[in-house]
């Protein structure tokens, strides 16, 4: 391997969503922890993806949002024994869950395939083999902007209406 090779290579995260076999990951650099779901506190009028807010070592309070919703359109049936991941976005911290952590892995910019599919359409930056598993690469900054700047689906919603309806009401993940 020469050395611009070395300067193309990046670590990434891969995991799983849900029930699913699909891998995805995200850029290593990006990933600040990975633990298993504190209690999610739920809170009114939050953006459509997002579950509630959890709070880490007892300091910072960072909005977690449901990347299967987002990505598969279904929301995360296991969400006690999901796990979240931190991620650094600008002076924030925002936490997907995840339903598996699978492995951090190198690889070179070479190997990742480009989607054909528009970029303004789709959250994945492209993909990449790994053994026999094809793996999404997401973009985390797309899937937090959108995700942040959505309203929430009901801007009426209540505190008590959370409590009742909302599969991660206040109870611990």
Same mark, same amino acid.
């Given at each position: 391997?020469?050395?611009?090779?070395?300067?193309? =290579?990046?670590?990434?995260?891969?995991?799983?969503?849900?029930?699913?076999?699909?891998?995805?990951?995200?850029?290593?650099?990006?990933?600040?922890?990975?633990?298993?779901?504190?209690?999610?506190?739920?809170?009114?009028?939050?953006?459509?993806?997002? %579950?509630? %807010?959890?709070?880490?070592?007892?300091?910072?309070?960072?909005?977690?949002? =449901?990347?299967?919703?987002?990505?598969?359109?279904?929301?995360?049936?296991?969400?006690?024994?999901?796990?979240? %991941?931190?991620?650094?976005?600008?002076?924030?911290?925002?936490?997907?869950?995840?339903? /598996?952590?699978?492995?951090?892995?190198?690889?070179?910019?070479?190997?990742?395939?480009?989607? =054909?599919?528009?970029?303004?359409?789709?959250?994945?930056?492209?993909? %990449?083999?790994?053994?026999?598993?094809?793996?999404?690469?997401? =973009?985390?900054?797309?899937?937090?902007?959108?995700?942040?700047?959505? /309203?929430?689906?009901?801007?009426?919603?209540?505190?008590?209406?959370?409590?009742?309806?909302?599969?991660?009401?206040?109870?611990?993940?």
């Amino acid at each position: 391997m020469n050395s611009y090779s070395v300067l193309n =290579d990046f670590g990434i995260f891969l995991f799983r969503l849900g029930s699913s076999r699909q891998f995805y990951a995200v850029n290593v650099s990006r990933v600040q922890e990975i633990m298993p779901c504190p209690r999610i506190t739920v809170l009114p009028k939050l953006q459509k993806h997002v %579950v509630g %807010v959890v709070t880490i070592h007892n300091d910072v309070t960072i909005p977690v949002i =449901d990347l299967c919703e987002v990505l598969c359109g279904r929301k995360t049936q296991n969400v006690r024994q999901s796990l979240i %991941v931190v991620i650094k976005a600008g002076s924030s911290q925002y936490a997907f869950l995840a339903s /598996k952590a699978d492995r951090i892995i190198n690889i070179n910019d070479n190997a990742l395939l480009p989607s =054909d599919i528009n970029s303004a359409d789709t959250y994945m930056l492209g993909a %990449v083999q790994v053994d026999k598993d094809l793996v999404e690469l997401i =973009d985390v900054d797309k899937v937090i902007g959108d995700v942040i700047n959505q /309203k929430s689906d009901n801007p009426a919603v209540s505190t008590k209406a959370c409590e009742q309806e909302n599969l991660y009401s206040l109870r611990s993940c």
